[in-house]
């Protein structure tokens, strides 16, 4: 029997597991979204490509499994955004696209594009399909390539030609590897003799903290780092802009490692005797490993599963090839801390949520101050529940809100927001996502409204899939977080081109036919959010805020002449 080549790229990607396909159907694609009709895989169509990226990076961080996005010719320079953005997350997406016709490559063919050459800095394995008889041989090596060692997004450029081709349905399945289902990618174990050196210093150190980046989630080693704390007393930060991998709620969770978002990582850094960075990299954010973020008289190790993640880490005083879980094991096995360093680290803590809620300004009337937009959307969430973050000032002011609510008790099922690159419009589908995967969680999504814009469509997808997401937009009127940034840098202290009209986004939803707000008082907002939880529908609540620099802004712009905290 005989098949199409895009049904048996669907027939391979079932055999390695995967549950879920994105698109924005295109002739192209026809034969793979035939395939994976006839495989059972649910294919849900997006209103652009760059919203099917999304949706796949998504499903694929919530479930660490990788989903597909699967475009057109045209549709990848749509999906561009969306690959960049997994990038910055390493987030093992699979992006296949269609492509000019093989048999012409590199005469002009319909639509030809250069989409190997384009994506082979924002994927790990780029590759065009050569012949439609190793379809399944190429499948296997992209998911390989892209779980193993540093995960990372793959593409797999699928010629018209192959894809409507006919081959034998068992093509090559008589060769190596004859089994092509998905196994567990290889873990690094550590050099005995490398770990017992690293453990020495951690052993003498008074007062160490640890550090923990997207690493650790894609392992599957959240719950062992959380373990290993509390039996060692050691407390945990959190590489920002990364997968979170402890509650905010739990008691040696501390906050985000970086001084301007969680003011006591500061400290902590600056009196602790050893950082151990698991699963992170010395990038910008880390300053690269040096002082002042990092004192020359503390010692910093870094671990990291994968030789890749070591090559970035040069910096480092101590480096250590390991799987993360393997090392927390290795690790439990020193001896307890004194329980003081860890209370002193929770006591700053306490004092820093006290000095957060009382620095709130005093506004005139009901003007909203972003972060008490924040802390009353979560004032109205419930353990278990989802919350996902979009923007720039609203990311910022609404992870110090996170923090807080944490602190106060509330545990969230798990947080999503924008990776390292910052990329605007993902609240939204990795909201439809979170509620796909966890039906019977509540999700919440806390958008600026230039986020929401940037990705404003992707809202056509929850209500196609009918998908109850309740959207609060931080509506200031305008790219605040840029406004105040040219406020400080231009001349004449003004800003310029960073304006919206004034926009119903309520009304939007109320015209697709979900629940839509307006909320322009602070001690609405809660209720407001209740509401549009309990319509059971695709819900929008518009808040009216009044735009304030959040710390990070302010530190970034502190001088004209420096943007950038680099």
């Known amino acids: 029997m005989k098949m199409r080549g895009g049904q048996l790229l669907a027939r391979a990607l079932r055999d390695k597991g995967v549950t879920r396909v994105f698109t924005l159907s295109g002739g192209f694609c026809n034969p793979a979204l035939e395939g994976f009709m006839q495989c059972d895989i649910p294919v849900i169509n997006a209103p652009h490509e760059q919203v099917a990226g999304h949706l796949a990076d998504g499903h694929t961080r919530i479930t660490r499994n990788?989903?597909?996005?699967?475009?057109?010719?045209?549709?990848?320079?749509?999906?561009?955004?969306?690959?960049?953005?997994?990038?910055?997350?390493?987030?093992?997406?699979?992006?296949?696209?269609?492509?000019?016709?093989?048999?012409?490559?590199?005469?002009?063919?319909?639509?030809?594009?250069?989409?190997?050459?384009?994506?082979?800095?924002?994927?790990?394995y780029s590759v065009s399909i050569t012949d439609g008889e190793r379809i399944s041989e190429f499948v296997d090596r992209a998911w390989k390539i892209a779980l193993s060692g540093y995960p990372g997004a793959v593409h797999l450029s699928m010629p018209v030609d192959i894809m409507f081709s006919s081959y034998e349905e068992d093509a090559m399945r008589d060769e190596r590897p004859f089994e092509r289902g998905a196994q567990p990618p290889p873990r690094a174990w550590?050099?005995?003799?490398?770990?017992?050196?690293?453990?020495?210093?951690?052993?003498?150190?008074?007062?160490?903290?640890?550090?923990?980046?997207?690493?650790?989630?894609?392992?599957?080693?959240?719950?062992?780092?959380?373990?290993?704390?509390r039996q060692l007393n050691i407390p945990v930060f959190n590489v920002p802009y990364h997968q979170k991998l402890l509650s905010e709620a739990s008691d040696?969770?501390?906050?985000?490692?970086?001084?301007h978002q969680y003011h006591p990582s500061k400290q902590a850094i600056e009196q602790s005797d050893a950082v151990i960075m698991v699963g992170a990299r010395l990038d910008n954010q880390m300053n690269f490993g040096n002082p002042p973020l990092f004192p020359a008289s503390t010692r910093l190790i870094c671990v990291n599963g994968s030789h890749e993640e070591?090559?970035?880490?040069?910096?480092?005083?101590?480096?250590l090839l390991s799987d993360p879980g393997a090392f927390f094991k290795a690790l439990g096995s020193l001896e307890p801390l004194a329980a003081d360093w860890l209370e002193t680290n929770r006591a700053w803590r306490a004092q820093w949520v006290e000095d957060m809620i009382a620095d709130i300004p005093e506004l005139d009337g009901d003007r909203i101050h972003p972060l008490q937009l924040a802390l009353e959307a979560q004032a109205a969430m419930s353990d278990g529940d989802w919350l996902v973050i979009d923007g720039g000032n609203t990311h910022f002011w609404s992870e110090i809100a996170v923090n807080i609510a944490g602190w106060r008790g509330l545990e969230l099922g798990n947080i999503l927001h924008p990776g390292t690159f910052s990329m605007l419009g993902v609240g939204v589908p990795f909201a439809s996502v979170a509620k796909l995967n966890n039906p019977d969680s509540r999700?919440?999504?806390?958008?600026?409204?230039?986020?929401?814009?940037?990705?404003?469509?992707?809202?056509?997808?929850?209500?196609?899939?009918?998908?109850?997401?309740?959207?609060?937009?931080?509506?200031?009127?305008?790219?605040?977080?840029?406004s105040q940034q040219q406020e400080r840098l231009f001349s004449n202290q003004q800003h310029f081109a960073t304006d919206f009209r004034d926009i119903p986004f309520h009304a939007m939803f109320e015209g697709l036919g979900g629940y839509g707000e307006l909320v322009e008082k602070r001690a609405d907002i809660a209720p407001a959010v209740k509401r549009a939880i309990a319509s059971g529908?695709?819900?929008?609540?518009?808040?009216?805020?009044?735009?304030?620099?959040?710390?990070?802004?302010l530190a970034t712009t502190s001088k004209r002449d420096k943007a950038s905290i680099e």
């Not at 953005?85 to 594009?113: D, M, N, Y």
């Not at 903290?209 to 373990?227: F, N, P, Q, T, Y």
Request: aromatic residues 6%; proline residues 6%.
């Open 310 to 319: 070591l090559e970035l880490n040069r910096a480092a005083d101590q480096v």
């Open 252 to 259: 040696v969770y501390m906050g985000l490692a970086d001084v």
């Open 190 to 229: 550590p050099c005995p003799d490398d770990l017992a050196q690293v453990l020495a210093v951690i052993g003498q150190a008074q007062r160490p903290i640890i550090i923990g980046g997207h690493g650790v989630w894609w392992s599957g080693a959240e719950r062992s780092l959380e373990a290993c704390a």
């Open 66 to 124: 990788p989903a597909v996005c699967l475009v057109g010719p045209e549709g990848f320079a749509g999906a561009v955004p969306a690959m960049m953005e997994a990038w910055g997350e390493r987030s093992p997406v699979i992006f296949v696209t269609g492509s000019s016709t093989l048999k012409r490559q590199g005469s002009g063919g319909f639509k030809e594009i250069d989409d190997v050459s384009i994506a082979a800095p924002l994927t790990k």
């Open 537 to 553: 529908k695709t819900a929008c609540v518009n808040v009216k805020t009044v735009g304030h620099i959040s710390p990070i802004v």
């Open 443 to 482: 999700v919440v999504v806390i958008s600026g409204d230039g986020a929401f814009l940037s990705g404003g469509s992707s809202i056509e997808a929850a209500f196609q899939e009918e998908l109850p997401i309740v959207v609060v937009v931080d509506n200031n009127g305008g790219l605040d977080c840029i």
